[in-house]
Nanobody, 117 residues
Framework: QVQLVESGGGLVQAGGSLRLSCAAS????????MGWYRQAPEKQRELVAI???????NYADSVKGRFTISRDNAKNTAYLQMNSLKPEDTAVYYC???????????WGQGTQVTVSS
């Protein structure tokens, strides 16, 4: 049974930084994509950033240049470094793992990020 546990959310002022972590327990087949999504109140869940096992990344336009996704394959852990935070970054951030060869998807429980103006 795979479980994803996020940590690192919280309240920060605009312009500040936060670092999210997502630790995956259990056996996850490789290669896989680890990513972060977010959902603000009354909005659809949207992709923030993803990273492949090999390290290639993709970002939403709204976070390019401010957020950096990384991973430690040995620890099955993904990170999201968020700098220059804006109030519009306020949302629940969810960790996600997709295993293309098996068509499986895993979600974390979410962590709240609140950016005050």
């Amino acid at each position: 049974q795979v479980q994803l546990v996020e940590s690192g959310g919280g309240l920060v002022q605009a312009g500040g930084s936060l670092r999210l972590s997502c630790a995956a327990s259990g056996s996850i087949f490789s290669p896989n994509m680890m990513g972060w999504y977010r959902q603000a109140p009354e909005k659809q869940r949207e992709l923030v950033a993803i990273i492949a096992t090999g390290g290639s990344t993709n970002y939403a336009d709204s976070v390019k240049g401010r957020f950096t996704i990384s991973r430690d394959n040995a620890k099955n852990t993904a990170y999201l470094q968020m700098n220059s935070l804006k109030p519009e970054d306020t949302a629940v951030y969810y960790c996600h793992v997709h295993v293309p060869l098996r068509g499986t998807n895993y979600w974390g429980q979410g962590t709240q990020v609140t950016v005050s103006s």
